[in-house]
């Protein structure tokens, strides 16, 4: 039997994922259930956590069920991802035995792994989730690491709560932001993804070329522009693109051609500083929604007059992880449930 794993929105069919909102929806009416009555999760954490812990682990509590956190190499053996690599460094144990044996405890497996931020070409390739995916018995979910297929889910009913359910022809707006480090692409590909997923009219606003998605994102939305409509424009013109927006969607990222090489690319980043969600921006747009995955540097990549507006959904957004991601569990622990099938 094949096990179904939540590694990227792409993997599900849009009735799939619809099927996993329209479960959130109910979750976010009454928060209690049995749904994962005797059921457990195994949370690894390579990397810290807030919103992503607290909504998983409480979302299992309220299911009936029990998580386990673990952060490898602190509370947990540090874990060796190469294949057939001779295990004689920091690494105690190989993730072939890490996933196969979890797998025979819990009833879940969910993976928090960012990036090395080194070397593109190998982040690009997403190992450490992977691996999980391939030793595991049972069902992994992506916390995040080159994606955030999770934070995908909670913007979209973010967006239908304020919006309405049908977000086709939507001007959407996923603006690059300064801040003083180069951060994860994963956010800002999965936003990329599930607007021209719900078929909206996406705009793409970064400094400059070296600021575009990896072409595998960029390809997966103008495939999902020609299945569900929408549009997709790329732009580094700010007026024009917050023109008339519907949803202006911040987050920051680094430039994948100065991966590893992050001082040449400071000058460049430090010079678009005016890339801020202001007030300015905001009243260019069709009495735009803005939201961010969160945390967020407040007067750095928005002010505060943006986040404290009434529309600043940002909180709506970060309340419905809480939903999707038991959706989520109770899905993928007992198939059929609120998935679709």
Same mark, same amino acid.
């Given at each position: 039997?094949?096990?179904?794993?939540?590694?990227?929105?792409?993997?599900?069919?849009?009735?799939?994922?619809d099927?996993?909102?329209?479960?959130?929806?109910?979750?976010?009416?009454?928060?209690?259930?049995?749904?994962?009555q005797?059921?457990?999760?195994?949370?690894?954490?390579?990397?810290?956590?807030?919103?992503?812990?607290?909504?998983?682990?409480?979302g299992?509590?309220?299911?009936?069920g029990?998580?386990?956190?673990?952060?490898?190499?602190?509370?947990?053996?540090?874990?060796?991802f190469e294949?057939?690599?001779?295990?004689?460094?920091?690494?105690?144990? $190989?993730?072939? *035995?890490? %996933?196969?044996?979890?797998?025979?405890? /819990?009833?879940?497996?969910?993976?928090? !792994?960012? #990036?090395? @931020?080194?070397?593109?070409?190998?982040?690009?390739?997403?190992r450490?989730?992977?691996?999980?995916?391939?030793?595991?018995?049972?069902?992994?979910i992506?916390?995040?690491?080159?994606?955030?297929?999770?934070?995908?889910?909670?913007?979209?009913?973010?967006?239908?709560?304020?919006?309405?359910?049908?977000l086709?022809?939507?001007?959407?707006?996923l603006?690059?932001?300064?801040?003083?480090?180069?951060?994860?692409?994963?956010v800002?590909n999965?936003?990329?993804?599930?607007?021209?997923?719900?078929?909206?009219?996406?705009?793409?606003l970064?400094?400059?070329?070296?600021?575009?998605?990896d072409?595998?994102?960029?390809?997966?939305?103008?495939?999902?522009?020609?299945?569900?409509?929408?549009?997709?424009?790329?732009s $580094?013109?700010? *007026?024009s %693109?917050?023109?008339?927006?519907?949803? /202006?969607?911040?987050?920051?990222?680094? !430039?994948? #051609?100065? @991966?590893?090489?992050?001082?040449?690319?400071k000058?460049?980043?430090?010079?678009?500083?005016?890339?801020?969600?202001?007030?300015?921006?905001?009243?260019?747009?069709?009495?735009?929604?803005?939201?961010?995955?969160?945390?967020?540097?407040?007067?750095?990549?928005?002010?505060?007059?943006?986040?404290?507006?009434?529309?600043?959904?940002?909180?709506?957004?970060?309340?419905?992880?809480?939903h999707?991601?038991?959706?989520?569990?109770?899905?993928?622990?007992?198939?059929?449930?609120?998935?679709?099938?």
């Amino acid at each position: 039997m094949n096990t179904r794993h939540f590694l990227s929105t792409q993997d599900w069919s849009r009735s799939d994922l619809d099927g996993l909102l329209d479960k959130a929806r109910e979750f976010q009416r009454s928060k209690l259930g049995d749904e994962l009555q005797g059921k457990s999760i195994a949370l690894l954490f390579f990397n810290p956590s807030m919103r992503t812990r607290t909504s998983f682990e409480l979302g299992a509590h309220q299911l009936g069920g029990k998580a386990i956190v673990l952060a490898p190499g602190k509370d947990a053996w540090p874990i060796e991802f190469e294949v057939g690599s001779v295990m004689d460094g920091e690494t105690e144990e $190989h993730i072939a *035995e890490v %996933a196969r044996v979890l797998s025979r405890y /819990v009833d879940l497996i969910g993976v928090r !792994a960012f #990036p090395k @931020f080194q070397d593109w070409t190998v982040d690009r390739e997403d190992r450490v989730i992977k691996a999980f995916a391939k030793y595991s018995t049972v069902p992994v979910i992506n916390m995040e690491t080159i994606t955030h297929p999770c934070q995908e889910l909670a913007h979209i009913m973010a967006l239908q709560q304020h919006l309405g359910p049908d977000l086709k022809r939507r001007k959407y707006v996923l603006t690059w932001t300064y801040h003083p480090k180069p951060l994860n692409t994963a956010v800002a590909n999965s936003a990329l993804q599930i607007a021209t997923r719900y078929g909206m009219d996406v705009t793409l606003l970064c400094p400059t070329e070296e600021y575009l998605l990896d072409p595998r994102y960029m390809e997966f939305a103008r495939q999902n522009v020609a299945e569900n409509g929408g549009s997709l424009t790329v732009s $580094h013109d700010i *007026e024009s %693109a917050y023109r008339d927006a519907d949803v /202006v969607y911040a987050k920051s990222w680094g !430039a994948i #051609p100065y @991966f590893g090489r992050w001082e040449q690319e400071k000058p460049i980043r430090d010079a678009h500083q005016h890339f801020i969600v202001d007030e300015a921006k905001m009243a260019l747009t069709n009495n735009g929604l803005f939201s961010h995955c969160l945390p967020l540097r407040r007067n750095v990549k928005a002010t505060d007059a943006v986040m404290d507006s009434p529309s600043c959904i940002a909180i709506d957004e970060a309340e419905n992880r809480l939903h999707v991601q038991k959706a989520l569990m109770a899905s993928l622990a007992r198939p059929g449930v609120g998935s679709g099938e």
